[in-house]
């Protein structure tokens, strides 16, 4: 639940956003509804599937060895169940929005699962994150306005980028790790001081994102601020990681948390002073 907030606030961005554009008018709090247990549903999928997959690379990993799976405090039986309950949960809300929501549901499923093995053979695991996660703005898009536009997809490209971003400042803090189990991702292949440049050109595309789709809607100045606000703690996030000192890895991570609310904050205030 925890780690819906990066998600969650983007996906009522999108259904805002496409509201507004395509149906000039405030999503319904039906709507409104079935989009969070959506993302409830999608997201505790997600994150149970990751932890049952890497269950035995968890237990040997001395930071995730105390895990609930790893350390022996859940069962898989349980874990098991409890995805299928959350994707039950995903189906019924997506089926409660409408048909294209359902159609394009097999596509979110596929990334749920498919990202969670990814680091076996590729370092582009943190892009797969990035298109999984960027999946949260482009449904409630699509939740809200049953088709998919350019606007939409530039929200699912923005939010990707900047989720494979911070994946990858995360990921630095086991590139050891990684490299002497042979698992793949930017920091084991290409060292965390190319990783983390890396990093920084997917945020400057992440503002360059958030501005196109200002001048792309009729987004105005209280939008324009969040972004402003946005990229600042962005510029603040790097500067507390580096290449000889990851210690401040964890509260880089949790600044995106607020980053996420900031921006929706930001672009609801927007839209209801219009």
């Known amino acids: 639940f ?3 907030i990066f998600a969650l606030p983007f996906a009522f961005i999108g259904a805002v956003i496409g509201s507004f554009v395509v149906n000039h008018d405030w999503p319904t709090w039906w709507q409104i509804l079935w989009i969070t247990l959506a993302m409830a549903g999608a997201r505790n999928a997600a994150m149970a599937l990751n932890r049952l997959i890497d269950k035995q690379i968890d237990k040997e990993n001395p930071r995730t060895a105390l895990r609930a799976l790893p350390a022996g405090l859940l069962k898989e039986k349980e874990v098991v169940l409890f995805i299928i309950a959350s994707f039950v949960l995903l189906f019924v809300s997506a089926y409660q929005l409408n048909m294209l929501a359902v159609q394009l549901l097999p596509i979110a499923v596929f990334f749920l699962v498919f990202y969670s093995y990814t680091k076996r053979f590729t370092w582009a695991c943190h892009l797969i994150l990035g298109i999984t996660d960027g999946l949260a703005p482009l449904g409630g898009y699509v939740a809200v306005t049953g088709t998919i536009d350019w606007i939409g997809l530039l929200l699912f490209a923005t939010v990707g980028l900047w989720i494979a971003g911070f994946d990858i400042i995360y990921s630095c803090q086991d590139h050891e790790y990684d490299r002497e189990k042979g698992l793949h991702s930017i920091p084991s292949q290409f060292g965390v001081k190319k990783a983390l440049w890396i990093a920084r050109v997917l945020h400057v595309l992440t503002v360059a994102g958030f501005v196109a789709l200002w001048y792309m809607t009729d987004l105005g100045m209280w939008y324009l601020i969040g972004i402003i606000a946005s990229t600042l703690i962005l510029i603040y996030e790097h500067t507390l990681v580096s290449e000889k000192d990851l210690s401040k890895v964890n509260t880089a ?12 904050v930001f672009t609801l205030i927007d839209l209801v002073v219009k």
């Open 2 to 4: 925890v780690h819906t």
């Open 253 to 264: 991570f949790s600044m995106n948390g607020i980053l996420s609310v900031l921006v929706f």
